[in-house]
């Protein structure tokens, strides 16, 4: 297929005598491409990142849901705390819980890690193909991924949020590239995309909000979703899907999970990962830089950005400066935009440098699958966690005084551990489930963080027998100081507490 249009109704000219001037862009290329080669790059840094051993405290407390449902079935109270059980508890990520579970009990905790290397591969290689296609230069789209690619890595964990992450692409990619496998598809993908984002986590409501801004935007750009349109395929895509949500466990329940979540704005104000990002830090600093390079492009431009591209934009944008856990989700849906601003002139060039070949490509494809491998050998012989900033010695300290099993106060992030290590021997005072707990019992949690004046009379409610607590804590200077409480255990990150008078006491 030639690449430079040719009007049918002009008649057929000579071919030109070669000359030293710039070769006419030549037909698509076959065999290995630098564009490839670029891609390739972008997935092994990918799948290095996802491959990582296993720390996330999230994580911990969803895959102790993944066995508890392959034990008992899908969990609806809460069993993991003594301080609110049988609250109602919905598993809004049991999808991804059941992947843990299986995974870890087939191949073990290795198979976990290969999950997350193989999503944040197809993360980084289909990002960098959504800005290739966008600005149709390698080079540039190389440039433009290398502060996204920053983004996404600092966001990265094995948490359920790498598969929204995964599966906002693949719809970015249905609506941005309709030539692709997922475009081409969207009543079958569509659906089947909307239903798996839905089930592995919350964030499957901000699809929704995508394609209502996309649809809208065309709307205003003169593009209304009539039949026979691209716009209307996507909207009856779209349409089909939201009866397929109702299929899962919990029925309307897990639909307005997003919803209920965020009625709880005050509780989640104190959560790291909803707080608004920090300029000062690497993750705010690659973020800054995207935006100011994809505003810059827009504003320089000479295709200006349509009302759709603003449109979708600017909320994501917004999104992302609300709350650090949206950072990769607003770099993602910018990525298409930003690429068509950075667009060369020369369409021509800009396709050449797209698709021709070079013979470096291949030995370079050949260094990156090796390097890969490379990487892979490395994960299977390492140990698959890494419990460094876990109160391991600390637990092990109270175990040794008789005090495993006890009604345990430690903070919501290590309490991730303590299940995932000890459960169902120990339960917890909290874990991280801020959307499940009594919001009075997050109060009383916040005040025991603090060492409130109260902090006495609130362990004295809920029978606290021992406590695991950081060193430098507030809480640990004030427990030091009572005789109600006696120290057993201390080491550079974490100090052991018991009553006194209990049996751990002697």
């Not at 392959?70 to 598993?91: E, K, N, Q």
């Not at 390698?138 to 992450?165: D, H, K, N, T």
């Not at 013979?359 to 990156?368: S, V």
Request: charged share 20%; glycine share 8%.
């Amino acid at each position: 297929m030639a690449l430079i249009d040719v009007d049918p109704r002009e008649p057929a000219r000579p071919t030109p005598e070669p000359t030293d001037a710039p070769a006419a862009a030549p037909s698509r290329a076959r065999g290995v491409t630098m564009a490839a080669a670029f891609t390739a790059a972008f997935a092994v840094g990918g799948w290095k990142i996802g491959i990582q051993r296993l720390h996330d405290n999230s994580f911990l407390v969803h895959l102790t849901t993944g066995r508890w449902i392959l034990d008992h079935g899908i969990p609806r109270h809460d069993v993991y705390s003594f301080t609110a059980p049988g609250t109602r508890f919905v598993a809004e990520s049991w999808l991804a819980e059941c992947a843990y579970g299986v995974l870890e009990r087939s191949v073990g905790a290795i198979g976990i890690r290969v999950l997350m290397g193989v999503c944040c591969t197809l993360v980084m290689a289909m990002v960098y193909r959504l800005a290739l296609r966008g600005c149709e230069d390698r080079v540039r789209a190389a440039g433009l991924m290398l502060p996204a690619f920053m983004v996404i890595a600092s966001i990265w964990s094995e948490r359920p949020l790498a598969f929204g992450i995964l599966t906002l692409v693949a719809v970015v990619t249905i609506v941005e590239l309709p030539s692709s496998w997922l475009g081409r598809h969207v009543m079958v993908t569509l659906p089947i995309v909307m239903w798996v984002w839905e089930n592995v986590h919350g964030s499957f409501a901000l699809g929704y909000l995508y394609i209502a801004l996309h649809l809208v935007g065309r709307a205003l750009d003169g593009e209304w979703p009539r039949p026979g349109t691209r716009e209307r395929t996507l909207l009856v895509a779209t349409a089909i899907s939201i009866p397929f949500l109702l299929a899962n466990p919990y029925g309307p329940g897990l639909v307005l999970f997003p919803v209920a979540l965020l009625g709880r704005s005050k509780v989640l104000a104190n959560v790291s990962e909803w707080m608004s990002p920090t300029f000062h830090a690497p993750l705010g600093m690659a973020f800054a830089a995207f935006l100011v390079i994809g505003f810059a492009l827009m504003l320089r431009s000479e295709r200006r950005p349509s009302r759709r591209d603003v449109l979708v934009t600017l909320p994501f944008v917004l999104l992302g400066l609300w709350a650090i856990r949206n950072l990769a989700i607003a770099v993602v849906v910018m990525m298409p935009m930003v690429a068509r601003a950075a667009r060369p002139k020369a369409d021509h060039e800009a396709t050449r440098r797209l698709d021709t070949t070079d013979r470096i490509a291949g030995w370079f494809i050949a260094g990156l699958i090796g390097l890969a491998v490379m990487f892979a050998l490395q994960a299977v012989t390492e140990p698959n966690y890494d419990l460094q900033g876990f109160s391991v010695k600390a637990y092990a300290a109270l175990e040794a005084h008789g005090g495993a099993g006890s009604r345990l106060l430690t903070t919501d992030a290590n309490a991730g551990w303590m299940l995932a290590a000890h459960f169902p021997q120990q339960h917890v005072f909290m874990d991280d489930r801020f959307d499940m707990y009594p919001i009075p019992l997050i109060d009383d949690y916040d005040k025991l963080e603090a060492a409130d004046p109260q902090w006495s009379k609130i362990l004295h409610k809920y029978d606290i027998q021992s406590v695991i607590w950081p060193r430098t804590g507030p809480l640990t200077q004030v427990l030091a100081e009572s005789p109600q409480w006696k120290r057993i255990y201390g080491d550079k990150d974490w100090t052991v507490f018991v009553r006194s008078g209990s049996p751990a006491a002697r």
